[in-house]
């Protein structure tokens, strides 16, 4: 059987990616949705990108966005004030490190181990 001189077209071992947000970005109106990195340690902090889209990976909520080389990012959505501020966090005007709600389970959660700690029998060393 004689061999072919046509070669079959090269596939690219990545597919192409689209840019464009299935999810969110710019709609024919032009209003983008735009997340700030606010994490007072993050390299980025301050920076400003467009929201890919928001889902939960790897057990968190994350958002998703493409940096200035086009490469698909994401980020903790908590690093990024994409949800409005927290009441209490707002009312404490940085003077509280912690929400009453939490120290309160804290408490709770306290008070419950030291209980079953209690009612465990004591080795006799």
Avoid at 16 to 44: L, M
Avoid at 78 to 96: F, L, S
Wanted: aromatic residues 6%; positive net charge; proline residues 8%.
């Amino acid at each position: 059987m004689p061999e072919s001189s046509a070669r079959p077209a090269k596939r690219s071992a990545r597919p192409s990616v689209s840019h464009r947000s299935r999810t969110a970005g710019c709609p024919a109106t032009g209003a983008c949705i735009e997340i700030e990195v606010t994490h007072p340690f993050h390299p980025w902090r301050g920076q400003r990108f467009v929201l890919a889209t928001r889902k939960r990976n790897w057990g968190e909520d994350r958002v998703m966005y493409f940096d200035a080389q086009g490469r698909l990012r994401s980020l903790p959505a908590a690093w990024t004030d994409i949800d409005p501020p927290d009441v209490c966090t707002q009312a404490a005007a940085g003077r509280a490190a912690f929400r009453s709600d939490d120290l309160l389970r804290l408490a709770a959660l306290i008070d419950e181990i030291r209980t079953q700690h209690l009612r465990r029998p004591r080795r006799v060393k």
